[in-house]
């Protein structure tokens, strides 16, 4: 009976592993960095923000997993051949150089955080180094085994630690109900920029890191891999729909603690370990953990996609078997991993790869949107299930948000840059 259970249980989950692995990849330090620094400096005001992305999150995610239902095709396979050669290698690279930040970036947060959480139960605390150190070394024993099963499992864990953990902390921190409903109405709050500091850089990085392209170029792997065909379109849209919609809750839930907090106190935020050291006074060394141990999980699930991203793109573009046992797939992660070691070893910070990695961004999310157009209303392609006018609608929407938004943060990069010099 008890293995009867268990089966069912098993077989329930892995209904939503592919979107427990988006999420996993979605929700990460640079997620909570941007959501912790919305409620710190704007309380829930720019929460409409998160809602829109994650509805248009989901409609991409559909939108290229249908695409892959009906052609078996994934997205750098279909740019190659049939948008041009070209595009898929730009692709290649943009994401790469986006994730190898994202290497640096993750691990240096990570670290920096497992060293404030530290001393509150080691006097002096231990070095963000052993921690990065630490967190690489337990992704790539994981990867080691190299079956995407493994890691779709390691980040169920990971991400319900997480999810669990920033739920729990909103429960704790919650600002007034009336507060977050009237966030989901749109509105900028009034404060001038500032060296490209402002509200309209917030709203283009918290776009950035839900509508993230290599999400949805990931997905149409992910889709391939499990096997799935039209009939299970059903399977597809729901579990797109649960890793929209608990993007959308841990979000509004790592907004709603900092704005109940910091912004109540208008402490602001500038770094993510100040939300340890800033949160244990107000809310207790209990909240303080909890947060903290969230924003581990976070970088840690995030790490898996990041590491994987260059071996399984280059895969999916020659259309070989995705063997991550393979000697020079292990050398190249082994690589790859190492970036997290830059930031706690040097004590710097990856200024100018991160600028790099989102300048391809500024161009990478209309372009995503525009394939996926072009490919969806093919008629050799898809058939009869070629976009109808409702998708077209609103991916055109999506398309032009998207170009909003990357104004708005390449103008934000720009005052950095110009603060900067």
């Known amino acids: 009976m008890a293995t009867q259970a268990r089966s069912k249980l098993t077989d329930k989950l892995a209904l939503f592993l592919p979107g427990i692995f988006l999420l996993g990849f979605n ?17 829930m005001t720019l929460l409409w923000t998160v809602l829109i992305s994650c ?24 740019f190659r051949k049939h948008i041009h050669p070209a595009v898929g290698i730009f ?16 691990m240096g947060i990570v670290a920096d955080i497992s060293y404030e959480w530290s001393k509150t139960f080691i006097e002096g605390g231990i070095k963000p180094i052993f ?6 070394s337990l992704v790539y024993f994981i990867f080691w085994n190299g079956r995407t099963q493994v890691f779709e499992r390691a980040l169920a864990v990971i991400v319900a630690i997480m999810a669990a953990c920033f739920l729990l902390n909103f429960f704790i921190l919650m600002p007034p109900p009336v507060d977050i409903l009237k966030g989901l109405i749109p509105s900028v709050p009034d404060v001038p920029e500032t060296n490209g500091q402002g509200p309209l850089l917030l709203i283009a990085s918290m776009v950035g890191t839900t509508l993230f392209s290599g999400l949805f170029i990931i997905r149409t792997t992910l889709v391939k891999e499990a096997g799935w065909t039209l009939g299970d379109e059903v399977k597809q849209r729901r579990d797109a729909l649960f890793a929209a919609v608990m993007m959308f809750v841990i ?65 999916d573009y020659s259309n070989s078997d995705r063997d991550m046992t393979l000697p020079k797939y292990r050398i190249m ?35 995503t949107v525009a394939c996926i157009l072009y490919l ?46």
């Open 91 to 106: 692709f290649i690279l943009a994401l790469t150089a986006g994730v190898s930040g994202s290497v640096m970036g993750v």
């Open 55 to 78: 509805v248009a999150t989901y409609m991409m995610i559909v939108t290229y997993g249908k695409y892959t239902l009906v052609t078996g095709e994934t997205a750098l396979q279909a």
């Open 131 to 136: 921690w990065a150190a630490f967190f690489i």
């Open 376 to 421: 969806g209303n093919k008629q050799n392609l898809m058939g009869e299930h070629r976009h109808g006018l409702g998708a077209n609608i609103a991916l055109v929407a999506i398309f032009l948000f998207s170009l909003v938004t990357s104004f708005m943060g390449f103008q934000g990069l720009l005052g950095i840059l110009e603060g900067l010099v």
């Open 27 to 43: 929700i990460g330090t640079g997620s909570v960095t941007t959501m912790a620094k919305a409620g710190a400096t704007y309380g």
């Open 251 to 315: 979000s509004a839930a790592i907004m709603a603690a900092a704005a109940g907090t910091l912004y109540t106190e208008d402490i602001g935020l500038d770094r993510p370990a100040q939300m340890i050291t800033l949160l244990e006074p107000l809310a207790g060394p209990l909240a303080a953990s909890i947060f903290a141990v969230g924003i581990i999980a976070a970088g840690v699930s995030s790490q898996f996609p990041n590491v994987l991203m260059l071996p399984w793109l280059l895969c």
């Open 333 to 367: 992660v082994f690589f790859i991993s190492l970036l997290g070691l830059v930031v706690p070893l040097f004590e710097a910070r990856p200024l100018f790869v991160m600028i790099a990695s989102q300048a391809f961004n500024v161009v990478l999310l209309p372009l």
